[in-house]
């Protein structure tokens, strides 16, 4: 009986459309016997992948666009550059009508805040205000810390290269400090010489130092001279 049910199967003839489908259907439900999924795992993996890449690529682009520090210089054109975390200037933005002048002659975006800095002190724009002996005068924003004061250094190192020691005031502030400025209505060492008054005479105002000469201020708030700022 078996033997005649096996040979009756054996002659049943499958039309060629029929195996086609079968074959479809068994690929469909097998993932092409795994080579679909395998193909799946490797598209999830590329696509994995490229997000990876794409975070990298953002988050090294949000680094090298963030200012950490700002290095402010006044001299009669007023300056400001503004410094990522990778000791790279991002931008040089003039402070006053010289200043911006002096910001549109030079390209220094992209060049290490110490080299930036040199540039800018021997630029033309700037010659004829050193000629004149004045002073300048150098603020590091937001660097309150070892690698702040390495930075001011750095800075200090240029200028007194084209100055005399006593023509170089600085200052080394947090943003806080800068906030609080602002809200004043004060530049930072008009600010820094009000905390000292207030300690003197609380009644004292943010108008009445307003009215005190540049040079009492910084004679008032100037931090002690940095020895050697060139490491020499």
């Not at 054996?10 to 029929?18: A, K, M, N, V, Y």
């Not at 890449?53 to 400001?80: C, H, K, Q, R, Y």
């Not at 550059?81 to 200043?99: E, F, P, Q």
């Not at 911006?100 to 040199?118: F, H, P, R």
Request: neutral net charge; glycine residues 6%; proline residues 3%.
């Amino acid at each position: 009986m078996d033997e005649r049910i096996r040979k009756a199967f054996d002659g049943i003839q499958t039309p060629e459309r029929l195996k086609r489908k079968a074959k479809a259907y068994l690929r469909k439900k097998t993932f092409d016997y795994g080579r679909n999924l395998l193909r799946i795992r490797r598209f999830r993996s590329r696509i994995a992948a490229g997000v990876l890449m794409l975070s990298a690529v953002l988050t090294g682009a949000g680094i090298w666009f963030f200012p950490t520090t700002s290095i402010g210089m006044d001299v009669n054109p007023s300056v400001e550059l503004k410094v990522n975390a990778l000791d790279r200037v991002i931008s040089l933005k003039g402070r006053n009508s010289d200043g911006m002048a002096l910001a549109e002659e030079l390209d220094v975006a992209g060049m290490s805040y110490d080299d930036a800095m040199q540039r800018i002190l021997l630029s033309h724009g700037l010659e004829p205000y050193l000629e004149r002996g004045s002073t300048i005068t150098i603020t590091v924003v937001g660097g309150n810390d070892a690698h702040g004061e390495e930075m001011l250094s750095k800075v200090l190192c240029r200028a007194y290269n084209i100055a005399e020691e006593e023509n170089v005031i600085y200052y080394q502030v947090d943003w806080e400090t800068v906030r609080a400025a602002q809200a004043a209505g004060l530049c930072i060492p008009r600010y820094l010489a009000w905390q000292q008054l207030l300690r003197e005479d609380p009644a004292i105002t943010a108008e009445d130092v307003k009215k005190i000469p540049k040079e009492e201020i910084h004679q008032m708030v100037q931090m002690d001279v940095m020895e050697n700022p060139c490491g020499e």
